[in-house]
């Protein structure tokens, strides 16, 4: 295991809701329209703490999709300014707290911030694990020609090359295989 539980959840849920960027997704299709995007969102990674359920919500949420994509346009050291201002502007205050299924982990915003807030907080915080374990290498950007998908490599030897939202490793593995199949001497 590369990082700890609760940072590999947190950094997948990140990836989830960066990937619901039109710029992101193979079809170009924003993924966070409806409350309800949101709601299976928030359901499917666990998130906890007050909701409002409105629209506010959901154009805050929104709002802070562009800010977390930048993290992927980065290196590590460029990551830090980035992440410390997510942490200032969340007034992140660490601490261990233990909840539902989940064991000792840590939460740095209080439970009645609102949801972007405390979604902004937590991948800061999972984005420190990143940095101090000098992992960012694993933090990539879709190999394939037709997606700008972001995903974070969470195999043993790091040689993930393309991400799980559109499929893209089958699809290239697929075109690959036609290449070499139409280059062959027949």
């Known amino acids: 295991m590369v990082f700890i539980r609760d940072t590999e959840l947190v950094l997948r849920a990140a990836v989830e809701l960066v990937n619901t960027l039109p710029d992101t997704d193979t079809s170009g299709v924003d993924g966070l329209v409806e409350g309800s995007d949101l709601e299976a969102f928030t359901a499917r990674h666990g998130y906890t703490g007050s909701r409002t359920r409105d629209a506010r919500e959901l154009v805050a949420v929104r709002g802070i999709r562009p800010r977390l994509h930048e993290l992927w346009s980065t290196d590590r050291d460029g990551a830090v300014p980035r992440v410390n201002a997510m942490l200032a502007d969340g007034r992140a205050l ?31 915080m999972a984005f420190v694990d990143v940095i101090r374990a000098d992992e960012y290498d694993r933090v990539r950007v879709c190999d394939a020609d037709d997606c700008n998908g972001v995903y974070v490599d969470f195999s043993k030897n790091g040689s993930k090359r393309y991400c799980d939202a559109g499929n893209c490793g089958n699809r290239m593995n697929v075109n690959a295989y036609r290449r070499r199949k139409a280059d062959a001497p027949a």
Do not use: C, F, N, Y
């Open 94 to 124: 660490p601490q261990l707290v233990r909840h539902d299924d989940m064991d000792w982990h840590i939460h740095a915003s209080d439970p009645g911030e609102p949801l972007a807030m405390r979604i902004l907080v937590e991948t800061a």
